[in-house]
């Protein structure tokens, strides 16, 4: 039974949020999100992954292997995805990879092993995370453009906090604790505001292909925590990191991946994209439970 309070205790406040979101863009169809977009970009995502990473006690090892670990998820996500989009005669295959190969770590992930583990699990889930916002802005632009643009890295935040947390990481250096308290704090409302930010997301994107983005999500969805299984006993990983990597693993397509796409994509695979985010979305209510249910009952 504890397990199913648990279980409870730890999606109640994700969902929660999501439908705030939810009824928010329900209500007002106009709503902006912009200010949410560009904080949790630029100010909101950097914070949560210095504290994360720096103030929750993993050490640089397991920063380093999850991080690569990940990287392997990623490979084999790619290699399912593009037999997929073969399959489904999909026209532009290298445009429409990005929701199958890059999961929704950050905006649902992250809260979720938090919840699920607390600041350790907290830890390596950012040790994940920003390996997907890493590719987001460099895999993910050079898919979604067909080009690669060494700029677009040097001017994301992410990419110099993921720098200043492992070189931290690896001299074993200790904050003080203004810095650490900040970004705590930036961290909590960056979890709040992005879950909310999906909920409004999901009342705008559309599915234009349903055949096409149920399969494209099917997948996402049931080999995602395959591969994530298969690498936790390959590598023989255990308790609360192998957790983790299960429940990273298994999170639906990232809302990032609509919104680079919209910038470097014509407007018909804008519109797969959107499709496969929403429907791997509304799938994730129900596989995601069951994940980390399994996560809890024998990753703990």
Not at 2 to 11: D, H, P, S, T
Request: proline share 5%; net charge positive.
């Amino acid at each position: 039974m504890n397990i199913y309070i648990k279980l409870f205790e730890v999606l109640f406040p994700v969902f929660f949020v999501i439908g705030i979101g939810y009824y928010l863009g329900k209500k007002n169809s106009k709503i902006d999100t912009s200010f949410i977009t560009n904080f949790a970009a630029n100010i909101g995502t950097p914070a949560m992954i210095i504290y994360a990473v720096t103030s929750t006690g993993i050490t640089f090892d397991i920063f380093k292997e999850y991080f690569w670990y990940y990287l392997l998820a990623i490979i084999f996500f790619a290699i399912v995805g593009v037999p997929t989009l073969y399959f489904l005669k999909t026209k532009d295959i290298v445009r429409e990879l990005p929701p199958l190969i890059m999961p929704n770590t950050g905006n649902m992930g992250v809260p979720i092993c938090l919840f699920a583990y607390g600041t350790e699990g907290l830890g390596v889930s950012a040790s994940i995370t920003s390996l997907i916002i890493l590719f987001h802005f460099t895999v993910g632009v050079f898919l979604a453009d067909r080009k690669f643009n060494l700029h677009i890295i040097l001017k994301n935040p992410p990419f110099y906090s993921i720098i200043f947390s492992a070189f931290v990481l690896y001299y074993n250096i200790s904050l003080p604790t203004v810095i650490i308290n900040t970004t705590e704090w930036l961290m909590y409302a960056t979890i709040f505001l992005i879950l909310m930010s999906l909920g409004i997301a999901l009342t705008r994107l559309k599915v234009f292909s349903l055949k096409k983005a149920v399969i494209s999500s099917l997948v996402r969805m049931i080999l995602g925590p395959v591969i994530g299984v298969l690498l936790i006993y390959f590598f023989g990983l255990s308790g609360f990191a192998a957790g983790v990597l299960l429940i990273q693993c298994s999170m639906p397509s990232a809302v990032l991946n609509y919104l680079v796409g919209s910038m470097y994509s014509p407007k018909k695979i804008v519109d797969s994209v959107a499709s496969t985010i929403v429907v791997s979305t509304l799938m994730s209510f129900i596989t995601i439970p069951i994940i980390v249910y399994i996560a809890l009952r024998f990753f703990s």
